[in-house]
Structure formats: C-alpha cells, structure tokens
C-alpha cells in the first residue's frame, strides 16, 4: 500500500457521487492532478461487500430486464471485436492471461478460435458460473507462472483494483517481455461523463476507485517502462451507460434521450478521441513485437 499513497496526494475534491447498485451511500470524487486520475474516497473495509448485487451484472447471466438484455446482445459483439484485437498479434503459443475474468465468456471466446487461456477471478460465485461453462480460472494473479503469456487482458477491471501501482507491476511480470497488455476502462474526459456528471454510471462509487484520463493511463505505464501504443473506442458503451445514467440521474428517465447523448458522445469523440471507455494496447518500452 506504501506505493499507493503517491496517487492519494494534493487530491482535489470534485464532486460526490452515490451507489447506486447496493448501498445508496455517498462517495466522494477528488483529482489527483500529477496523473489526471480522480479517486475514489473512502474505500470500503469490506468493499468485496459491494459486489453482492442482483444488478451486479458482470458477475451473472441475468437476462430478464431491458438493460440486461442489452447488456447481453452487446456483449455478443463486443467479445468479437476483442478476439480480433488479440487475434491481430501474432504469437506461436497463443497464451492469454484475462485477469477479472468474471463468468468466463471472454475466455470461452478465446477457447474456440485455439488460444491457450488462463484467468484470474476473486469471486467465487464467477468462478462458480465459469466452471460450469468447462473454464477453470484461479482466484489470485500470484499464483500464476512469470513470464508466461503472450497477451494479458484487462476489460473493466483496473479500476477495481485496490494497490494500483504494485499491481500493474506484479502484472507485467507475468507478461512475456514481448508480451502485449490491453486495458480498457472508462474514459472520465468523455461527452457523456461531462453530460451526466455525478450520474455517470461509469463512476460507479465505490466499485471503481480509480477514474481514468487517456494521460493517466500512460503516466501509470510509463512508471513501470510500458508504453499505450495504441487506443480504441468501445463505441457501445456510450449508450449502454447513457441508458444506467439515465436511470440514476435526478427526474424522470428518457431512453431516447440517452440514445442521444450517447451517439453524441461518439460523434464528438471522433475529433477529440475522449470516447466513454477506450482500450489501451500497452507494450514494454524496451520491446517491441
């Protein structure tokens, strides 16, 4: 934890936002300026708490309301498009390493077109759900070989991660030196973020304690020699968030609304790159593929 408090340092108060998901308490949002990231204040003792949620979906399969469904059939494409992202390296033992791997479903992916999969999940009801599909992750990255995959995957997970610094590091140890990392998280710079403000599912309190700029992810990166040298837009998020926020934000829900902010974030992302969530493809600094 030592290394964590250069993140919690001349933080800024920003604004308060509540859990929407479990508790209905109040958090507070401060900015940290040296890595443009906000924080999440205070973390939970029992944060792992905060996860045991009917509307915790991406630990589950539900699929019996609206946003459910949606979050379904997107969910059908968006695994496509990561299988081509890592389908695009070319690696001789196909060895990937998906950490938060949840119910298994990227995995499974992974599985059908002859990748090597690994996966670490701390929750147990996940990993549940995932041996039934015949995927058998671990629940602790330290348990796992180093130097021993050729791509390492991070889909809406790094923002859940408590010792931020040391952990990025203990991954890259397990990361081939000409390995290829890929993180993607939500982007706090986007339209639809700056549109719904202290309403932005994104922000997801306390779950997410770390709120990311495109700058915060390459200075944290660049302290361990890695470098993004690559960003891609998760296009669908956009309007699966617009929809959540919709929900939380004070009056009366509008879908098509949201539709809107959402295609809007999109379009002006298209000049300024700030899209709701981007995947970032990180590589060592000292090596390239």
Same mark, same amino acid.
Not at 37 to 46: A, G, R
Not at 128 to 147: F, P
């Given at each position: 934890?030592?290394?964590?408090?250069?993140?919690?340092?001349?933080?800024?108060?920003?604004?308060?936002?509540?859990?929407?998901?479990?508790?209905?308490?109040?958090?507070?949002?401060?900015?940290? =300026?040296?890595?443009?990231?906000?924080?999440?204040?205070?973390?939970?003792?029992?944060?792992?708490?905060?996860?045991?949620?009917?509307?915790?979906?991406?630990?589950?399969?539900?699929?019996?309301?609206?946003?459910?469904?949606?979050?379904?059939?997107?969910?059908?494409?968006?695994?496509?498009?990561?299988?081509?992202?890592?389908?695009?390296?070319?690696?001789?033992? +196909? =060895?990937?390493?998906?950490?938060?791997?949840?119910?298994?479903?990227?995995?499974?992916?992974?599985?059908?077109?002859?990748?090597?999969?690994?996966?670490?999940?701390?929750?147990?009801?996940?990993?549940?759900?995932?041996?039934?599909?015949?995927?058998?992750?671990?629940?602790?990255?330290?348990?796992? +070989?180093?130097?021993?995959?050729?791509?390492?995957?991070? $889909?809406?997970?790094?923002?859940?991660?408590?010792?931020?610094?040391?952990? /990025?590091?203990?991954?890259?140890?397990?990361?081939?030196?000409?390995?290829?990392?890929?993180?993607?998280?939500?982007?706090?710079?986007?339209?639809?973020?700056?549109?719904? +403000?202290?309403? $932005?599912?994104?922000?997801?309190?306390?779950?997410?304690?770390?709120?990311?700029?495109?700058?915060?992810?390459?200075?944290?990166?660049?302290?361990?020699?890695? +470098?993004?040298?690559?960003?891609?837009?998760?296009?669908?998020?956009?309007?699966?968030?617009?929809?959540?926020?919709? =929900?939380?934000?004070?009056?009366?829900?509008?879908?098509?609304?949201?539709?809107?902010?959402?295609?809007?974030?999109?379009?002006?992302?298209?000049?300024?790159?700030?899209?709701?969530?981007? /995947?970032?493809?990180?590589?060592?600094?000292?090596?390239?593929?």
């Amino acid at each position: 934890m030592k290394k964590e408090k250069e993140l919690y340092k001349g933080l800024k108060p920003l604004m308060s936002c509540v859990d929407h998901t479990v508790s209905k308490e109040s958090y507070e949002l401060l900015l940290n =300026k040296d890595f443009e990231m906000m924080v999440t204040l205070p973390v939970p003792s029992d944060l792992e708490n905060y996860y045991k949620s009917d509307d915790y979906i991406s630990h589950s399969n539900a699929n019996k309301r609206v946003f459910d469904k949606i979050y379904q059939k997107v969910r059908k494409r968006t695994l496509q498009h990561k299988l081509a992202i890592i389908n695009s390296f070319n690696f001789t033992e +196909k =060895k990937v390493l998906d950490i938060g791997s949840g119910t298994g479903d990227f995995l499974a992916t992974c599985k059908n077109a002859n990748w090597n999969i690994f996966g670490v999940e701390p929750n147990e009801d996940a990993r549940a759900i995932s041996r039934k599909k015949g995927i058998n992750v671990c629940s602790d990255i330290l348990l796992l +070989k180093e130097n021993n995959f050729d791509v390492i995957t991070l $889909w809406h997970v790094l923002e859940h991660v408590v010792n931020l610094l040391e952990y /990025i590091e203990i991954i890259k140890t397990k990361l081939k030196p000409n390995g290829v990392l890929i993180v993607a998280v939500p982007n706090y710079k986007s339209f639809d973020a700056n549109y719904y +403000k202290e309403s $932005w599912a994104a922000f997801d309190v306390p779950r997410h304690l770390w709120h990311f700029s495109q700058f915060s992810i390459k200075k944290l990166f660049s302290t361990i020699s890695m +470098k993004v040298e690559k960003t891609i837009p998760m296009k669908y998020d956009s309007y699966y968030v617009s929809m959540l926020s919709e =929900k939380y934000k004070p009056g009366r829900t509008n879908f098509i609304k949201a539709f809107y902010v959402g295609f809007l974030s999109n379009l002006k992302a298209k000049t300024t790159s700030e899209y709701s969530s981007l /995947i970032y493809v990180i590589k060592n600094t000292e090596n390239s593929i």
